[in-house]
């Protein structure tokens, strides 16, 4: 079974920057991707960003031009990736989930950093 651990979330001001983290269990082959959604109060989540194993990469509206997506790299016994976020605006506030994706057909979501932006 999978976990999933986000960490990196914050206060910032508006037109600052954040890192976020996530590091997904299990072995590296077994990941066909991982990804970032944010979930703002009273909205549906929605794609911030996705990698695949192949290095595929997918950006929502929102992201991109400002965030980056890292490649899936192994850190600590742990499939980890980054993102990015540059010039954050009060609408990035949210909070941000990472998911991952196996071969077998598992999908696990972590438990969400908040990321909070003002103005």
């Known amino acids: 079974q999978g976990q999933v651990a986000e960490s990196g979330g914050g206060l910032v001001q508006a037109g600052g920057s954040l890192r976020l983290s996530c590091a997904a269990s299990?072995?590296?082959?077994?990941?066909?991707?991982l990804g970032w959604y944010r979930q703002a109060p009273g909205k549906q989540r929605e794609l911030v960003a996705r990698?695949?194993?192949?290095?595929?990469?997918?950006?929502?509206d929102s992201a991109k031009g400002r965030f980056t997506i890292s490649s899936i790299s192994r850190d600590n016994a742990k499939n980890t990736i980054y993102l990015q976020m540059t010039s954050l605006k009060p609408e990035d506030t949210a909070v941000y989930y990472c998911?991952?994706?196996?071969?077998?057909?598992?999908?696990?979501w972590g438990q969400g950093t908040q990321v909070t932006v003002s103005s």
């Open positions: 299990g072995r590296i082959i077994d990941i066909t991707a």
């Open positions: 998911k991952a994706s196996y071969n077998w057909g598992g999908q696990y």
């Open positions: 990698i695949t194993s192949a290095g595929s990469t997918d950006y929502g």
